[in-house]
């Protein structure tokens, strides 16, 4: 469907979410579910990223954040951290180019430090080389936890009150965001979970206070156009309902 018959489709199709987040789960699952590897899940998981990241270009939407390795996901077997390392080396050096054809803009959070030299070089690279790009922004959470990340935010925060820069009382919640991994991005409309999952699982905790939540049954691998057009309209008639309360009480 093309963003004008995208549009066409539903009255408030225009309503769409600036910034839609995403929890790519269940690649595990839908390889089990074939008798295939875990990794051949991770590896379709790649496919339905970038017919996302097409699909949510053509839409109309301006930032997708992608949860593609939590800092909890160290725990897993070392030879599945290590695909995961590997699909996100094989990412960047595949799709880059295209991506930044594309006129995406590239962007990460999460910890560097204590990742493989390479793949910190790799995540530079991509961010440096879109950063004039003004397409959709593609925020890659890496390496990436909420309660880390707010961590990380308050030793900011404290640094500088030691260095004398702020006091006390400059500290509030406007301040603080400042101080997050990617603090000029918005907090995302929508948050999708894929899997059927119902959970955040230390993802965007402080950006999603104000999120809309969607929780679809499909496996990550599945995921397509057709999935993130159905979980906008979900998202829409949250919208749709909550202009309804208004209309009424202004009547
Ligand atoms: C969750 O499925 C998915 C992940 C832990 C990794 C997500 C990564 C990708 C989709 C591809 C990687 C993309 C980049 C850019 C590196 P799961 O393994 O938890 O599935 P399960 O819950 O069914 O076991």
Redesign the pocket.
């Known amino acids: 469907m093309s963003e004008a018959e995208f549009q066409q489709s539903s009255p408030t199709a225009f309503d769409v979410p600036r910034h839609v987040a995403i929890i ?6 839908w390889a089990a579910a074939r008798g295939l590897p ?1 990794a051949e ?2 590896r379709r ?2 496919e339905a ?1 970038r017919r996302t990241i097409r699909a949510a270009g053509e839409m109309g939407i301006r930032i997708v954040t992608i949860f ?2 939590s800092a909890e ?1 160290w725990s897993r077997p070392a030879s599945e951290v290590g695909e ?1 390392m590997g ?2 080396r094989r ?1 960047v050096r595949n799709d880059l180019a295209e991506l930044h054809k594309s006129n995406v803009r590239v962007r990460v959070i999460g910890e560097r430090a204590g990742l493989e030299p390479d793949i910190g070089r790799l995540l530079v690279e991509a961010e440096e080389l879109t950063k004039d790009n003004d397409g959709l922004i593609l925020v ?1 959470a890496f390496n990436y936890g909420a309660r880390q990340e707010i961590v990380r935010a308050a030793q900011r925060v404290a640094q500088a009150v030691k260095q004398g820069e702020l006091g006390l009382s400059d500290i509030d919640m406007d301040l603080l965001g400042r101080f997050l991994d990617a603090p000029d991005i918005p907090d995302p409309d929508l948050i999708i979970r894929t ?1 059927g999952e119902q959970r955040l699982s230390n993802f965007l905790l402080w950006q999603a206070a104000y999120s809309e939540l969607v929780f679809v049954p499909t496996y ?1 691998p599945d995921f397509d156009r057709a999935t993130l057009e159905s979980a906008i309209r979900e998202y829409q008639q949250r919208e749709r309902r909550f202009g309804g309360l208004v209309a009424q009480t202004g009547s």
């Open positions: 790519m789960d269940g690649n595990g699952r875990r899940g991770h998981g790649v990223l593609s390795f996901n995961l699909l996100l990412f890659v899997s990550w």
